[in-house]
Every structure is written in structure tokens, then in C-alpha cells.
């Protein structure tokens, strides 16, 4: 079992940035692939990043690539996600999963935390 508390979300006006961090509780956080997904408004929950279990591995939905980074320390329990040039299409909310697998499809995990609000204004 793995419980997941996200944090670091708030109000940022266009081009800023935030650092979103997932704390997971129990002692095999190092077994899990870990995910970032958000959720805006009446849309479907879409994929933002993903990181391997050592960290080594990184994937990223296209209209984040080069401005998200996704980090994990497994000796903290804690994935990151620092969110630069932040846009208002950025606007949602944001969640970290911890699966058993690499996924870009929410079904294929586990584990969600609760989500914390990013809001970008123009």
C-alpha cells in the first residue's frame, strides 16, 4: 500500500514557475514508476511525465517537454515536478501516481494522491 500527498501548487502568473512535490508513505517507494497527471475543468485527466524507478528514465507529453522536469529522490520518498514558462493552458490539477509499470494511461496505475490546484494567469 502506498499513500501519496502531493503539495507546491498555487496561483502563478504566465512564464512562472512552481516546484509540485508527491511524499509516499511506506518503504518500497523505489519499486514504483513514478507519474505526474493532470486534470483541468470538464477535460479528461491527460498524462504530463513519468520517471523510472532509479530516476534515470524520463517521459514527457509533448507540450511540457523542455519546460517540465521530473525528479525523485527514493532516499525522501518524494517525486518532483518543476513546472517552468508555466502557460494558462497549464491551469489544473495535478496528481502523482505510483504504478508497477511505465504508462502513459492512468488505468495502468496504482496509487493517486489527492491532486493540488496549479493556476496560471494570462
Known amino acids: 500500500q502506498v499513500q501519496l500527498v502531493e503539495s507546491g501548487g498555487g496561483l502563478v502568473q504566465a512564464g512562472g514557475s512552481l516546484r509540485l512535490s508527491c511524499a509516499a508513505s511506506?518503504?518500497?517507494?523505489?519499486?514504483?514508476?513514478m507519474a505526474w497527471f493532470r486534470q483541468a475543468p470538464g477535460k479528461e485527466r491527460e498524462f504530463v511525465a513519468v520517471i523510472g524507478r532509479s530516476g534515470g528514465t524520463t517521459y514527457y507529453r509533448g507540450s511540457v517537454k523542455g519546460r517540465f522536469t521530473v525528479s525523485r529522490d527514493n532516499a525522501k520518498n518524494t517525486v518532483y515536478l518543476q513546472m517552468n514558462t508555466l502557460e494558462p493552458e497549464d491551469t489544473a490539477v495535478y496528481l502523482c501516481a505510483a504504478g508497477l509499470r511505465g504508462s502513459v494511461q492512468s488505468p495502468d496505475y496504482d496509487y493517486w494522491g489527492q491532486g493540488t490546484q496549479v493556476t496560471v494567469s494570462s
Open positions: 511506506g518503504r518500497s517507494f523505489g519499486s514504483y514508476v
